[in-house]
């Protein structure tokens, strides 16, 4: 018998809403921006969350201190 975990039942699963984004991608309109303060950790980042939201299109630009993000289609 595995001491290491106890099985429990009659535990409801909670509904998976999918990841969720700390950028505002979904509520931007064309021509939108915002800045995301640091560079090489955050551009990397930004640029494989910006794949997931196609067709959307997106640009990205290095700035004073950070990055910003613009929606562009």
């Known amino acids: 018998m595995n001491e290491e975990f106890k099985i429990e039942k009659g535990i409801p699963m909670p509904t998976n809403r999918g990841p969720v984004s700390r950028y505002p991608l979904k509520d931007m309109e064309i021509g939108d921006s915002f800045f995301v303060i640091g560079k090489d950790h955050a551009a ?15 640009s990205v ?10 929606r562009i289609e």
């Open 61 to 70: 630009r290095m700035q004073d201190g950070g990055i910003r993000v613009w």
């Open 44 to 58: 990397r980042n930004i640029r494989g969350v910006l794949q997931r939201h196609r067709p959307k299109r997106f």
